[in-house]
């Protein structure tokens, strides 16, 4: 009875965990939605009025309230305590409005959020899928399905991997982590093991002390060298498991007892902490210009680019990033000084201000980064500048949407941003020079867009007057073989859908009409069969099955519908032969 009532109690907690955070998925996506559309608020008499952000904040607030979410669990808002659905005396907000709204335009979880559920918190698909209906939503199956798929693929590939055990050289041996401090040393390795996979092997060896900073926090691995008096190895990634720090190589030192030179790729240390750093200075501007719910939720730190995930509802705007930009940069130029302590108790830490990052581990005593203790403290077991003139200059890249609440910055520091400003200002260049070096670009540009547009049109217009032209004179010239009204010819038109309105055309104008049209159109053979519904219906004539013969010549293939098929082939010469062709097939028929 025991063993049932935990499995129960198990099955309990799973359940009321996936419900919590389906309904919170849920209300996410609202208030998401609800951030992206003209929102109706009404004054006494029915008006419809801009509404203000404090307003639009209490609507979120009425939402979490009518389905019992708790929203403030999310979103660093203020509320103020009104009755739900007025904000005072002179404003109201109509629900239905934009709960239709959200049935309509952004009902669906995709795929890959309910496969977490499942995958991660053993959350069924068909109680997401229960929940959500009731809500007025539908699942991406066929994207859970995928998502499914690849996660089966992966268990594939990681059953092919086999790992040895532990080759323990000196048991009573820990690893002591100097990569704070130095980027070379001396070591011992203490253990290591062979990994293979289906592709390669790797072995992976444990130290008494190493420079190499294990990946975690969003910060990659270092890379560098093991050296002996006999062997140099090369180190390709350093990952951290169960607290130890594993240097991945493709082969073992000659003498696995030899005393080792450790160093670590310096140039590659150096870049990543300058984005590391960045990344810090980046995380307080958003949160001084967007606002205190801006947190992590995910970050990439290498030698080439920070990338930084961040809870915001809005797409960032160009103005905000340019304001972003100058803020990092103007810490950069101030050149503030690291204030690193370690072993502080976390308490401590949380009590002045420090910020935990998303991904990170902290035990009793943490590691706190300080660049400005009134603008940047945060938790951090990664390396950084000395002081932050050394990061150079920042530029971000991109900003998106990675998921509802969650935009996503991509940004450069030191040589690589200078790069990225010196292509872009080339670009420029080049524009400018083709423009024949204007005053106002953007006026010239815009009157090189605007007169493209008007050529188009009359192009288009032109193109339009030629396939009328070419319907009358083909009407003309109708042939009455068998008794059916015969049109065979090659055309030279722009496009597939001018062949396709000539074919119409004419089918309109000309009735009992067998029609073949043979044209190349960018470089690429053609071809187009047309019937009328009486040679269809009497005459048992099938334009699909016409156009795959005639197709031979042009040495392709197509399909279609009984009175309209199209073809397409790779001998343009075999058009010429298409006219004949088809003319003896309606000779032939009886």
Known sequence: MRVIEEEENAFLRTLENGLKRVHSLIHRLFVNHLNNIDLPFLDTEGNKIKASDKDINNLKRDIADQYSWDLSKDLNIDFINTPPSKFNDEQEIDYQFALKSFKENANVIDGKTAFELYDTFGFPLDLTALIARDKGLTIDEAGFNA?????????????????????????????EFTGYDHVTGEAR?????????????????????TPFYAESGGQVGDTGFLESGLSKVKVHDTRKENDLIIHV???????????????????????TQKNHSATHLLHAALRNHLGDHVHQKGSLVNDKLLRFDFSHFT???????????RMVNSKIRANIQLNEQRNVPIAEAKEHGAM??????????????????????????????????????????????V????????????????????????????????????????????KVLEENSALKKQLEQFEMKQVTDLKNTLANEVQQLNGINFIARQVSLSSADYVKKLAFDLRQSVDNLFLVLAAEIDG???????????????????????????????????????????????????????????????????
């Open 356 to 401: 935990a990052l998303f991904g990170e581990k902290y035990g009793e005593y943490v590691r706190v980064i300080t660049f400005d203790k009134d603008y940047s403290v945060e938790l951090c077991g990664g390396t950084h500048v000395a002081s932050t003139g050394e990061i150079g200059f920042f530029k971000i890249v991109s900003e998106s949407s």
């Open 524 to 590: 690429k053979p053609q071809l187009t069969v047309m019937l009328s519904d009486n040679l269809v219906s009497e005459k048992g004539l099938n334009a699909t099955q016409i156009v795959k013969e005639l197709a031979k010549e042009i040495q392709g293939g197509g399909g279609g519908q009984p009175f309209y098929a199209t073809a397409g082939g790779k001998n343009a010469a075999g058009l010429a032969n298409v006219p004949a062709k088809a003319e003896a097939f309606v000779k032939g028929i009886a």
């Open 249 to 271: 190589t493709h082969e073992l030192p000659e003498d696995v007892n030899a005393p080792l030179y450790v160093k670590i790729d310096a140039s590659r240390r150096k870049m």
């Open 403 to 446: 998921a509802a609440g969650v935009r996503r910055i991509e940004a450069v520091t030191a040589n690589a941003a200078e790069e990225f400003v010196h292509e872009q200002t080339k670009q420029l260049e080049e524009v400018k020079q083709l423009l024949g070096n204007p005053q106002t670009l953007a006026k010239s540009l815009e």
């Open 147 to 175: 998502e499914m798929e690849q996660q089966k693929n992966r268990s594939r590939n990681a059953s092919a991997s086999e790992q040895g055990d532990w080759m323990v050289l000196d048991a009573d041996a820990e690893t």
């Open 189 to 209: 390795l203490i253990k290591y093991r062979k990994v293979t996979t289906k592709n390669k092997t790797e072995y992976h060896l444990v130290l008494d002390r």
């Open 315 to 325: 797409k960032v705007t160009d103005e905000q990033i340019h304001e972003i930009e």
